[in-house]
């Protein structure tokens, strides 16, 4: 499932050891509140979506905060994309 898929990367990306998959609400927000991710932390998942799905992300555009909104915000991006 690509949301487990997306949960897997967060962690592994962000090197968050004491978090599960399960911990992750996938309609929950990933910044401030939420998981509480930050600007560098959307830096580094925006370099790993790139390298993993070839998505390319402008930091400046609201569409990419939409898009990091939560797990399930960055799958619809990433299914989109595919079907591009």
Do not use: C
């Amino acid at each position: 499932m690509l949301e487990q898929e997306v949960k897997e990367m967060i962690i592994d990306v962000l090197q968050l050891e004491d978090i599960s998959t399960d911990d992750i609400d996938s309609n929950e927000p990933l910044f401030v509140e939420g998981l509480g991710l930050d600007s560098i932390d959307a830096l580094e998942l925006g370099v790993a979506l790139q390298k993993r799905y070839g998505i390319s992300l402008s930091a400046e555009s609201e569409d990419t905060r939409r898009h990091f909104a939560s797990v399930n915000a960055l799958a619809a991006l990433i299914e989109s994309s595919r079907t591009k």
